[in-house]
């Protein structure tokens, strides 16, 4: 267990202000190989009696971009949504297999871990933008309200700097206490990104966070995502190929709910390994 | 360019469908119309009966044998009161059943019951709940016929209402709401509290108000636990000169209500009385009227500000 998340009792463990960081310049400095943020061991899901998840193992490398690529319906967004038991919100769901979460070896989707534990440490993006109907400002301040932050230079600190990563600052430093529903749809999706970074996950997940938005949001976005990597672990969900190439640095392929493909996204490229992810990445099918 | 015909038979079709369109679409309107003009008939009828005896006189003077110095003092205050312990009581209730029902409660037979126990509640006659207060409150709690008593009665009336325009307002709300909260680490009154009530506060409060414009007119309950038809004087007061400068002996007071007031000056045989129901009736119709505008005006500025809570 790292000294950051010994908290002393009465404080809220998940606020780990700058400790990614740290921990990032530690590992460069070291010249370790990145070490792995989760792995995903033989997971298999179920919505009711329909099986949606196969028997999936794969790495997660901290500070690492992770894509998930796969046709409509092949299982990412279920995947992608067992990280945070999104999955527990509804009755009928069941998972098998594990899902490990370092460093502290936690298994994530044992019945007996409290979705809240993941749920403080992962952090999520959703495919469609979903702002509170608050306030840009209590949008961004959100998470760390929940983890019982009052103290009002601290919450203005962390709200601007999680608005000037997700690039958004400049946009809306003038009006911190407008509706976030009068934001564009692109800013919106970045206020999301803002909200999820708020409180510092150690793990970010991207469900397709750039399919509502024009070209030049995404370009906004994927930059983004470049410039996290340096602290955050990320996991991202997404249609596009090209995105896929540009952002990460590991891909899995998924197909009917199984794995297909794992592996270094420049070698997934290039040279898969399997006929039908070269097809899939070649748009042949999917 | 030669077009074909538009075929005969088509458009003989045509035609009679767009006759018995516009047939529907009289009837409906005559029908619409004859409603309204009744409505406003009898609105306009109360007002022109009633409102010459509305004067400051009428609301600050006791009800009295002479309709020239009859007034609806104690019966407003009545009304206010009551419907003030009505909404302290069903109001937190009501919204916390909902909540629990829509939010924590897993869907059980349990659930399955007391959902159908609430639609069903929705429907009972006004008149069973006063009987049933009659029983549990007046004689078996000893609350006897006071304030608390029809307060309490007429929240339970109320309930089902509130009960439902809270679950109905929740469950209106976006799962990505719900989802994007629960993904921030909120626990489930974080989430509830935080986000899910302000957003459904537009639908509650409508729910609110619509049970207690019910309630307001309510008389057959009330009658039922014993509510006073003539009363010469006011519930104690609820702040004293000496500590703890609260009181709440105002509970335990007999009352009367302005539909009871209405009802017993209509049932005396001077015409005399029977204009000062109406203009009882017409104050009645304004306080329904506010209530009803304060609840279109929370709904539209909850929608224009779209910053809740
Ligand atoms: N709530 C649900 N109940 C039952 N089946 C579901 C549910 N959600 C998804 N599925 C099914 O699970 C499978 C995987 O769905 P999922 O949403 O994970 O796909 P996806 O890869 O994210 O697709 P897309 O790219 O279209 O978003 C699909 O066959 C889908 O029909
Ligand atoms: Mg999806």
């Known amino acids: 267990m790292s000294a950051e998340t010994a908290a002393p009792a009465g404080d809220l463990p998940a606020i780990r202000l700058d400790a990614p960081r740290a921990a990032a310049l530690g590992a460069i400095a070291r010249k370790e190989a990145p070490a792995l943020k989760a792995r995903v061991e033989n997971l298999s899901f179920w919505y009711g009696d329909k099986q949606a998840l196969f028997d999936i193992s794969m790495p997660i490398h901290e500070r690492r971009v992770t894509a998930l690529i796969g046709p409509s319906g092949c299982g990412k967004s279920t995947l992608l949504r067992c990280f945070n038991r999104m999955h527990d919100l509804y009755p009928g769901n069941r998972y098998a297999g594990r899902i490990v979460l370092e460093p502290e070896g936690i298994d994530i989707i044992a019945p007996k871990t409290d979705p809240m534990i993941p749920r403080l440490r992962i952090g999520m993006v959703f495919q469609k933008p979903n702002p509170f109907p608050k306030s840009i400002y209590e949008n961004v301040a959100a998470g760390l309200r929940i983890r019982g932050v009052r103290n009002r230079a601290i919450l203005d600190e962390q709200v601007e700097k999680s608005l000037r990563r997700a690039a958004l600052w400049e946009e809306v430093k003038d009006r911190l206490h407008a509706s976030a529903y009068d934001l564009s749809g692109g800013q919106q999706q970045r206020l999301c990104i803002a909200r999820a970074l708020a409180p510092e996950p150690e793990l970010l997940l991207l469900d397709e966070p750039t399919s509502a938005l024009d070209p030049i949001a995404t370009a906004h976005i994927e930059a983004l995502i470049d410039e996290l990597r340096e602290n955050y672990t990320i996991v991202i969900v997404t249609h596009n190929m090209q995105q896929a190439a540009r952002v990460s640095q590991y891909t899995a392929f998924l197909h009917l709910g199984k794995l297909i493909e794992f592996g270094p996204t420049e070698e997934v490229f290039t040279r898969p390994r399997k006929s039908m992810t070269q097809d899939y990445i070649t748009g042949r099918f999917g | ?309």
């Open chain 2, 1 to 309: 360019m030669a077009t074909a015909p538009i075929a005969a038979e088509t458009l003989r079709f045509v035609r009679r469908s767009r006759q018995r369109d516009l047939w529907f679409a009289t009837l409906a309107l005559v029908i619409l119309f004859a409603a309204c003009l009744t409505l406003f008939g009898l609105i306009a009828d109360l007002v022109i009966r009633g409102a010459p005896h509305i004067d400051r006189d009428f609301f600050t003077s006791y009800p009295s044998r002479r309709p020239a110095d009859a007034g609806i003092l104690s019966a407003w205050v009545g009304t206010v009161v009551v419907m003030a312990v009505t909404a302290v009581i069903a109001i937190p209730l009501g919204v916390a059943a909902g909540v629990y029902l829509e939010e924590y409660a897993r869907r059980s037979l349990f659930t399955d019951i007391i959902e159908i126990n609430i639609a069903n509640l929705a429907a009972v006659p006004s008149i069973i709940y006063g009987l049933l207060a009659l029983g549990l409150f007046v004689y078996g709690a000893g609350f006897g016929s006071t304030i608390l008593t029809a307060g309490v009665t007429l929240a339970l009336l109320i309930l089902p209402v509130i009960i439902v325009a809270t679950r109905e307002a929740l469950r209106s709300l976006p799962r990505e709401m719900r989802e994007g909260a629960f993904a921030l680490g909120a626990d489930r009154w974080q989430v509830v509290s935080m986000f899910l009530l302000p957003a459904a506060r537009p639908g509650i409060m409508t729910g609110v108000i619509v049970g207690l414009s019910r309630a307001i007119g309510e008389t057959a309950p009330l009658i039922t636990i014993g509510a006073l038809t003539f009363i010469a004087f006011l519930p104690p007061p609820p702040f004293t000169p000496e500590f703890p400068w609260i009181s709440l002996d105002w509970l335990w007071s007999p009352f009367t209500v302005l539909p009871i007031q209405m009802f017993n000056w209509v049932s005396r045989p001077q015409p005399a009385f029977h204009e000062l129901a109406a203009a009882a009736g017409v104050v009645l119709l304004a306080l329904t009227l506010v209530m009803n505008g304060l609840a279109i005006y929370i709904r539209y500025r909850d929608r224009a500000r779209r910053v809740l809570g």
